[in-house]
């Protein structure tokens, strides 16, 4: 079964530099979504994807992030200057339609910023 | 800002007990996703319910939406210690973000 992947799995970066989050979505996908979860909270949102173009991003989605989708498969996320707060697993989702189309997670990627 | 609230946040009950997840919300969703997640992994997609009062069937598992569409549960029958996890519900509208609970961490005891 397709599924989504991420690398790495785990990226450990000094605080101040900056980290490239790679994921490949699911071919035939056309939205794509990062989320993050801080050990212990909730799955939060951070950037919806469409068409080459941000959809929607939330409060945490600052000047400090980026997304890109360089070539037909891979679409990363980039933190320009990483801080301590932004140690987090992150996902990947992807979805084929995306109205009312579940979305297919990777399995993350565990940043850890010292 | 949407919310949902997932209740309980932990369950430990014995082998071949029944149970039930609940997931509310003071908004309205176009559809409910239900996941599990083990430790380390992403999010496994379990059901997706769309229509007011659908109910959905997965073995011993059974989700239903809410007939506003603002609510859902789980309910699992017979639960096994192959059941313990972390079950999270997450409601999107259209093709927007999913907004998550908090999870259920249950545990089966043999």
């Known amino acids: 079964e397709p599924e989504v992947t991420q690398t790495p799995s785990h990226q450990v970066t000094q605080m101040g530099q900056e980290v490239i989050l790679r994921c490949v979505p699911i071919?035939?996908?056309?939205?794509f979504y990062w989320y993050r979860q801080i050990l212990g909270q909730k799955v939060e949102f951070l950037v919806s994807f469409y068409n080459n173009e941000i959809s929607e991003k939330s409060e945490i989605f600052d000047d400090q992030f980026s997304v890109e989708r360089p070539d037909g498969s891979n679409f990363t996320l980039k933190i320009r200057s990483t801080k301590l707060e932004d140690s987090a697993m992150y996902f990947c989702?992807?979805?084929?339609?995306?109205?009312?189309?579940?979305?297919?997670f990777g399995d993350g990627t565990r940043l850890s910023i010292l | 800002t949407q919310l949902l609230e997932q209740s309980p946040q932990f369950l430990s009950i014995q082998e071949g007990e029944n149970l039930t997840v609940y997931c509310n919300s003071s908004s309205v969703f176009s559809s409910l996703q239900w996941y599990r997640q083990e430790p380390g992994e992403g999010p496994v997609l379990l059901v997706t319910v769309v229509t007011g009062g659908e109910v959905k069937k997965l073995k011993r598992l059974t989700f239903q939406f809410g007939d506003a569409r603002k609510d859902s549960s789980l309910h699992i029958t017979a639960a096994q210690p192959g059941d313990t996890g972390l079950y999270l519900c997450a409601g999107a509208r259209g093709a927007q973000k999913l907004v998550f609970g908090q999870g259920t961490r249950l545990t089966i005891n043999p």
């Open positions: 989702a992807s979805t084929r339609t995306g109205i009312n189309q579940p979305q297919h």
């Open positions: 071919s035939n996908h056309l939205y």
